[in-house]
DNA sequence: ACCTGAACACCGTTCAAGT
DNA sequence: ACCTGAACACCGTTCAAGT
C-alpha cells in the first residue's frame, strides 16, 4: 500500500524499502514469516533484486538486527539523558518497554542463527547497545560485577518471560507497575 | 548410524526413532536445521512417513518441546527432592545448567512459533515444568508473587544470556560459580 | 550500477497406491 | 495400520541477459 504499484524502480532506495517492508513483515508475521521472496513481492521487485543490497537471507536479518540494536541504544541514551532519580529503575523499564514494543526486532537481536563472530557491524552495533547498560549498572569493579550481571539477567529475563506470555497478567493490572514493582523488588 | 541401513521400516517404532533422530539433529544444527525431510532421510524412511506419526513439522517441534519440559520438569524434582540447603539457590543453579546443557531444546520451550492455546499436551507440559517451580519461590501471597517472578526473571534471564554467549566468560573463571554468584547476589 | 527472467536444487505437504 | 512414490506449490539462490 505504501509502494505504488506501477512505478519502474530502477531509481529509488531500493535498500531502504526493503528493509523497511521486511520490518513491518518481520513485526507481524514472525522472523519465520519474512521470505525473500515475499518481501520482493511485497516491494513490486524481481525475486533476485534484494540480492543486490543484503547477503542473502541472512545479510537481511543482520541488517534488520542492526537497526534494532541501533534503535535500543538510542531509547537507552534518551534515558540517560533525562536524568530519572533512579536511574537503574528508568532504564530497566525502558528495556522491558522496547522488548515488549519491537517483539520480534528485539528476538531478532538475541537470536543464536546470527552469529557475531566475523560479522563486525552486527557485533559493533550490539556493543555499543550494552554500553549503555555498564554505564549505569556498576561499573568494573571486581563485586560490582556480579551485581550488574545479576540485575541485567533479571530485567532481560523479565523482558522475556513478558514477550512469551510465560508470565501472567492479571485482570486490570497495568503491565508498567507491575515491571516497576519486579524491578523495584531488591 | 545407529540407524541400520536396510531394515524394512514397517514394523518398529517410527515413532520414537524419529524423536531420537530429531533430538540429535535439533542440537547440532539448531532449530531452524531441523527438516523434515532431513528427518525422514536420518531415518531411512519416505518423506511421507513422519506424517503418520506428527502432525506436520509443527507437530514434530510441539512433541520435542514436550519433551523438554518433561526432562526439566524431572531435573527440578530431582533437586526438590534432594533437600538441598538453599533450594532457591540450587534449583536456579539446575536451571541454568539445564538451559546449557539442552540448548537448542530449551530455546524450543518459550519458541513463539509453538502456540501453547489450543495445544493441550503442550500447555500442561509446561504448567507442569512452571508448577515446580511456584513451589518453592514463595507462594501465592500477593507479595510474594513480586518476589517470586522476581528471582524467576532474574535465573531465566541468566539462563538465556549465557545460552546466548552474552555475558562474557572471563579466563579461566567457572561457570557453576558465576552461577552461583549471581544467584546468591540478592 | 541495478534489475529481470529463467533456471536449479531444494523444501513441506498431500494423496493415491502398495503391503 | 503403516509406509512409499510421485506430484504440487512453494522456497533461497545463482546467473546470464537486459537497461
Chains 1, 2 share one sequence.
Request: no cysteine; hydrophobic share 50%.
Amino acid at each position: 500500500m505504501s509502494t505504488p504499484s506501477n512505478a519502474p524502480y530502477h531509481h529509488g532506495d531500493l535498500r531502504r524499502a526493503l528493509l523497511d517492508a521486511a520490518l513491518l513483515i518481520l513485526e507481524r508475521e514472525g522472523e519465520t514469516g519474512l521470505g525473500l521472496r515475499d518481501l520482493a513481492r511485497a516491494v513490486g521487485v524481481s525475486p533476485a533484486a534484494p540480492y543486490r543490497h543484503f547477503d542473502g537471507r541472512a545479510g537481511l536479518l543482520e541488517a534488520l538486527a542492526v537497526t534494532g540494536f541501533q534503535r535500543f541504544t538510542r531509547a537507552m541514551a534518551d534515558v540517560s539523558l533525562s536524568q530519572p532519580s533512579d536511574p537503574l529503575a528508568a532504564m530497566g523499564k525502558t528495556y522491558v518497554l522496547f522488548a515488549l514494543n519491537n517483539a520480534a526486532l528485539f528476538r531478532l537481536m538475541f537470536s543464536p542463527q546470527l552469529k557475531r563472530d566475523n560479522r563486525p557491524g552486527l557485533r559493533m552495533a550490539a556493543d555499543a547497545a550494552f554500553a549503555t547498560l555498564r554505564h549505569v549498572s556498576g561499573g568494573d569493579a571486581p563485586a560490582g560485577r556480579i551485581a550488574a550481571l545479576a540485575a541485567w539477567a533479571r530485567v532481560h529475563g523479565l523482558a522475556v518471560l513478558l514477550l512469551d506470555g510465560q508470565i501472567a497478567i492479571q485482570a486490570g493490572e497495568d503491565i508498567d507497575v507491575l515491571v516497576s514493582q519486579i524491578i523495584e523488588n531488591q
